[in-house]
């Protein structure tokens, strides 16, 4: 007689399914954030969102000065370090077109990034780990964070010391961020040790000419052609002068000019950014911009200005806290769930300044919508894009076993980075 085996799953891990419980109420708080997106270092009603849903909880919260942020601290059952756990909660200024029966109801404003799943994430995981602080040694500051897209609120929230730790407690230790993205498959975790973003600076180029009549440009100094000409040069300058293997990317993403159809503008302004992971070719770069801009406009007889304010600093993951995240993440959603991100991202990140203080980690959580192929669907910053609101129980998860691993003695203590002027430091 022939044996029949039967095979059974694995049980679910405890946090996993505990975050499942979660998932309703998360759910509605990020649509309601969604319904309500709004931009840079104001976000009342997000706040106000934010601090409703971790009521109750037993934490110490203090809300922010200059900035509409939250900082909330769990203690845990017994003395040890302290751990951070970010969300960003600004949107962007675009319109939405994603369809979505609770689509953004501000004109002009959309989640097009996904801070309204890690908010909502993080405050799933605060009630979380609340109900098992008895597990912790040591303390979870919950870093809620305007300002991400535009403003720099993370370093704001530095200066306001929220990385200082309570009441004299010891300051933060370790720091993690999650960021949903539709390139990967649904509840995969991506990152690399070394820089996980790129290096995100602005820059803005005023041609000047003369103005006049459109019909006479021969007496004139028309601007549009020169700007026009300056962008096709800032490309080859990029593709010519930069190392391959230490790369750049510069996007022009505006160019305004004029006001009639029959006037020749007095100028034409150009707005872009350009990505890099060193400090040598972030250097190299600014002054080649500088340099293209002066040069071309000086070869028509115009001149040009190049503004260059710097942005975020590239965000680098600390070797040792990478590993703990990976030893974190494939204990609760399984070994497959964790993949090495072979490259750096040219996104910005300023986390990147938490990073540059605090041993840590940001990593990629996979939102690409079930039953769909990940590169097939709109990205992170699309009108149309759609994250997969199943996602957010592995990220409250995965939230919630960093924390655990790094404060129950997971993994050795993480070394302070030292800034390295290389691609893969």
């Not at 994430?121 to 597990?135: D, I, S, T």
């Not at 200082?164 to 999650?178: E, K, N, W």
């Amino acid at each position: 007689m022939r044996t029949v085996r039967t095979v059974t799953e694995p049980p679910e891990p405890e946090l996993l399914r505990e975050a499942r419980e979660l998932l309703p109420d998360v759910v509605a708080l990020r649509r309601r954030i969604h319904r309500e997106p709004e931009v840079g270092l104001r976000l009342p009603r997000t706040q106000r969102a934010v601090l409703g849903a971790i009521d109750g909880l037993g934490m110490t919260v203090t809300v922010g000065r200059a900035l509409s942020s939250v900082a909330a601290v769990l203690e845990g059952a017994r003395p040890g370090r302290t751990l951070l756990l970010r969300a960003d909660m600004d949107a962007l200024p675009q319109q939405e077109n994603s369809g979505l029966p609770f689509a953004s109801g501000a004109p002009g404003v959309m989640h097009a990034c996904g801070h309204d799943m890690h908010t909502a994430m993080l405050v799933g995981a605060a009630r979380l780990l609340a109900a098992r602080r008895q597990r912790l040694a040591g303390r979870v500051v919950f870093m809620f964070q305007p300002g991400e897209e535009l403003g720099g609120g993370a370093s704001r929230m530095i200066e306001e010391g929220v990385l200082s730790g309570p009441d004299g407690a010891p300051p933060v230790a370790g720091a993690f961020a999650l960021h949903v993205n539709t390139r990967h498959e649904l509840g995969t975790v991506h990152l690399r040790a070394g820089t996980q973003y790129a290096a995100a600076d602005m820059l803005r180029i005023t041609v000047r000419g003369r103005t006049g009549h459109a019909a006479a440009p021969h007496r004139l100094l028309d601007p549009v052609p020169v700007a026009c000409e300056i962008v096709q040069a800032l490309q080859t300058m990029i593709t010519r002068t930069v190392d391959v293997v230490d790369p750049a990317v510069l996007t022009i993403t505006t160019l305004t000019a004029g006001q009639a159809f029959n006037v020749i503008p007095e100028t034409a302004e150009l707005t872009g950014t350009y990505r890099t992971f060193s400090e040598t070719t972030r250097r190299a770069v600014r002054e080649g911009i500088a340099r293209v801009a002066h040069g071309v406009a000086a070869a028509h007889g115009a001149t040009a200005e190049a503004e260059l304010p710097e942005g975020y600093p590239p965000a680098r993951n600390d070797p040792d806290f990478t590993a703990l995240v990976c030893r974190a993440v494939s204990g609760v959603l399984g070994p497959s769930a964790v993949h090495e991100q072979p490259a750096p991202n040219m996104g910005g990140e300023d986390f990147a300044y938490v990073l540059q203080r605090v041993p840590g980690a940001i990593a990629s959580l996979g939102a690409c919508p079930a039953g769909r192929t990940p590169g097939t669907v709109p990205d992170n910053h699309s009108d149309r894009v759609i994250h997969d609101e199943e996602a957010m129980a592995a990220g409250i998860a995965v939230h919630c076993a960093v924390a655990e691993t790094f404060l129950g003695g997971g993994g050795p203590e993480p070394t302070a980075p030292s800034p390295q002027d290389s691609v893969n430091p």
